[in-house]
């Protein structure tokens, strides 16, 4: 009885999240586009951070495993950075970890091969972390920046991404020998991890071609000898047919 109540009392829990995070991206589109009331849909904004921000805090001093926790929420923590509106979109990624906990792929019929290589390609290769040490450098960068060079957060921001993905279009650039410091630290750390990011990437998508040719090789191999042996089974018998109706022949 105690153990059915806990699990209705997660399950109205993860719905209730849910139903939060979809409110969110949908928020993120009202505010992005402009659309309906601008200064209510930003304070939903600030109140909707304040609740993942609490909640986030609250399984992080829960959790017994803290290591392992940080690195399945790294998208969790970046949900809840507050320079952006943009940035709720990665609460999407809390989303995709209910379905995957429910196995609501499985219920459905809609688990199959792609399922297992999404999961393989996000952790197995160490996507999550590179991605999460990129972004965590970004905003540090970004956030730095704001401060010393008297930037607004979003305009920091666009000169963080623009920097660490070599864009460089001097929209923003800094002034201050702090500043410039940060700039530098950006160019090495987050090129860097960008880099080997895009090269993770690449490697994947190149591994399963690889593994793919060899398969139908493989298989091409094992279609040949297969059809060689049965070649030789036909002409075994084809031999003992002939020798059969020589002996016949010289009865008669």
């Known amino acids: 009885m105690k153990k059915r109540k806990w699990t209705r009392l997660i399950m109205c829990y993860h719905v209730i999240v849910t139903i939060l995070t979809l409110w969110s991206v949908v928020n993120v589109i009202l505010l992005t586009f402009h659309w309906g009331d601008w200064q209510l849909e930003k304070h939903i904004a600030d109140a909707l951070l304040g609740v993942f921000a609490v909640d986030y805090v609250s399984r992080f001093v829960t959790t017994p495993d803290r290591k392992t926790f940080l690195i399945h929420s790294a998208f969790d ?4 950075i507050p320079m952006h509106p943009v940035f709720a ?3 999407l990624g809390r989303l995709a970890r209910l379905i995957r906990y429910h196995h609501l792929f499985y219920r459905l019929g809609w688990d199959g091969k792609w399922t297992h290589d999404f999961h393989r390609f996000i952790y197995s290769t160490g996507f ?5 040490i990129s972004i965590a450098i970004i905003v540090l960068s970004a ?3 704001s401060v010393f060079e008297h930037q607004s957060l979003s305009d920091s921001l666009w000169w963080a991404i623009t920097t660490a993905t070599t864009v460089g279009y001097g929209d923003d650039t800094p002034h201050t020998p702090v500043g410039k410091v940060i700039a530098v630290g950006l160019m090495f750390g987050g090129i860097g991890f960008i880099g080997l990011l895009t090269s993770t ?7 399963d071609t690889q593994q793919a040719e060899q398969a139908e090789v493989t298989v091409t191999s094992t279609e040949v000898n297969l059809l060689l042996t049965k070649i030789d089974q036909l002409t075994t018998k084809v031999d003992q047919l002939q020798a059969d109706l020589n002996r016949l022949k010289h009865k008669h």
């Open 89 to 91: 979109l990665f609460r």
């Open 201 to 207: 990437i690449t490697d994947f998508f190149t591994t």
């Open 128 to 132: 999550i972390y590179l991605f999460s």
């Open 143 to 145: 956030l730095l920046f």
């Open 77 to 80: 923590l970046l949900g809840i």
